[in-house]
């Protein structure tokens, strides 16, 4: 598990941005693979999510995530749900004591955020489509909306696919131009005609500090390249692999 140091500062808030490591997993899915929506035994992932949740100091039908579809939407938590009854969202946010709430991811960035004042956290699954489309920054206004000030959020990124792993061809470089011209400072170019390479990473961690959130970190880590640490959906797919697992970053408030 991995930590950032500006959340593991604050009391009564626990952290983690987890890796592959540590599970009951076997096979494709070695070892702490959170995913449900893989085809890994769920029983077994179930185990793992319960490792998870102990790790955060909540109990497991207190540690909530949603089903990731790429979206915008946020999710405010005031309330725990039975997996099967999970909402579809890519963001969650709750003011809640012994509520844990996780994202999880496979190259996708994960972002974590707290309110220390306020009490609120919140926890984003930003893909490039997310990050794009508003996730930062609706996770951000959910935040707000029940209390937190812009100025007072602290947000740490977490392990994702790195900038030298991310290769993309020139309709994707050609969709950030759309947006604007600035957005050509987030690729490299590769040796491959007309490819370029993608930091997912700083594009989301910029979002962050353009929604006002002043007190930022990033956990430089390459999902793709660490393959004995991370799950990665990219690297699966160039090895024809049938399935990948989900590494989960949560967050939770103490009671």
Known sequence: MMKAANLKSIDGVHHGF????????????????CGLGSDDDQETVLQNK???????????DHFLTVQQEHTT???????????????????????????????????????????????IIGAAHA???????????????????LGAKRDRIIAAVGPCIGPDSYEVG????????????DNDCYFQPSDKMGHVYFDIGKF???????????TTE??????????????????????????????LSGIALAL
């Open 18 to 33: 987890f890796t592959r490591q540590g599970g009951y997993s076997s096979g494709l899915y070695n070892s702490l693979n």
């Open 50 to 60: 319960a490792f998870c949740a102990a790790a955060l100091g909540v109990d497991d």
């Open 73 to 119: 939407s946020v999710i405010t938590v005031s309330e725990a749900w039975k997996n099967e009854n999970a909402p579809v969202a890519d963001g969650l946010v709750t003011n809640v004591p012994g509520l844990g709430i996780a994202v999880l991811t496979a190259d996708c960035t994960p972002v974590l955020f707290a309110a220390p004042e306020a009490r």
């Open 127 to 145: 893909g490039w489509k997310g990050a794009v489309s508003g996730i930062i920054e609706n996770t951000v206004d959910a935040m707000m909306q």
């Open 170 to 181: 020139p309709e994707f470089h050609d969709r950030f131009l759309s947006d604007s011209s």
């Open 204 to 214: 989301v961690l910029d979002k962050i500090r353009a929604s006002g959130v002043n």
């Open 218 to 247: 990033r956990l430089k880590a390459d999902t793709y390249s660490e393959k004995d640490k991370f799950y990665s959906y990219r690297r699966s797919h160039h090895r024809n692999e049938p399935d990948y697992g989900r590494q």
